[in-house]
């Protein structure tokens, strides 16, 4: 069971070095390549899930523009602190922010497209998570989830190693002490994707970065 304590307090703790990686150029074309997989357009209105410090709020807010709207939920309160600074610095009037859990949303149906990067993998059941994330759109609507997990390119065994060091450092303690966080990780993106899979039309899925960096978006028919 994820203990929402630990994941506040670990994400609480690192909120202020966040952006280091998670704004780096490294993944900015992977960040790039999600919110383009949600179509959006001026006006739509988009739910962030597990927003962190908003590192994905530009792309968003760009397209969806000065009439649309961009909610995002998170648990962390530092994270949000940090996401809150730079709708500030950016002066957006259309970017909210909601304490939350993203598990439950605190969001009413109807919304244009659900984003959630590099978070369904902290959830137990990343199956009903989805569902309730798909259930959150009007009709037509779109879902994008990008994760970083394992990769099974050959050329990349090496680096598996790494990633797996990675995984355990930088996962809340709770995921930390699970026997593989690694292997884990891996079977609740597989998971969470073939849901997507089945409960979406015209269903992406893409792997970027040397196959470490998985992408599965669809329309809710
Ligand atoms: C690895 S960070 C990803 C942040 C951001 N999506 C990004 O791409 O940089 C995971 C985030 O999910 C948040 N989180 C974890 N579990 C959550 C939950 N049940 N509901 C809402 N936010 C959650 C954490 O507080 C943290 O900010």
């Not at 909610?71 to 940090?82: K, Q, Y």
Request: net charge neutral.
């Amino acid at each position: 069971m994820v203990d929402f304590r630990v994941v506040q307090q670990f994400y609480g703790r690192w909120a202020r070095y966040y952006d280091l990686l998670a704004d780096s150029s490294l993944v900015g074309p992977w960040r790039e390549r999600v919110v383009e997989s949600l179509a959006l357009e001026p006006g739509d209105v988009v739910v962030e899930m597990g927003c962190g410090t908003g590192v994905n709020f530009p792309r968003l807010r760009n397209r969806v523009g000065p009439s649309g709207t961009v909610i995002g939920v998170d648990l962390t309160r530092g994270m949000l602190a940090e996401a809150r600074e730079r709708v500030g610095r950016a002066g957006w009037s259309n970017v909210h922010l909601l304490q939350g859990d993203a598990t439950r949303p605190p969001i009413t149906t109807g919304v244009d497209a659900v984003l959630g990067t590099f978070v369904v993998g902290l959830f137990d059941d990343p199956a009903s998570v989805i569902d309730g994330w798909l259930d959150l759109l009007a009709p037509g609507g779109r879902l994008a989830v990008l994760e970083a997990g394992p990769s099974d390119r050959p050329i990349a065994t090496p680096l598996n190693l790494a990633f797996r060091a990675f995984t355990r450092l930088s996962a809340p303690s709770s995921r930390r002490n699970a026997v593989s966080p690694a292997v884990a990780l891996d079977e609740r993106i597989r998971v969470a994707f073939d849901r997507i899979d089945a409960r979406t039309a015209e269903t992406i899925r893409d792997t970027l970065g040397l196959g470490f960096v998985r992408l599965s978006a669809g329309r809710r028919p």
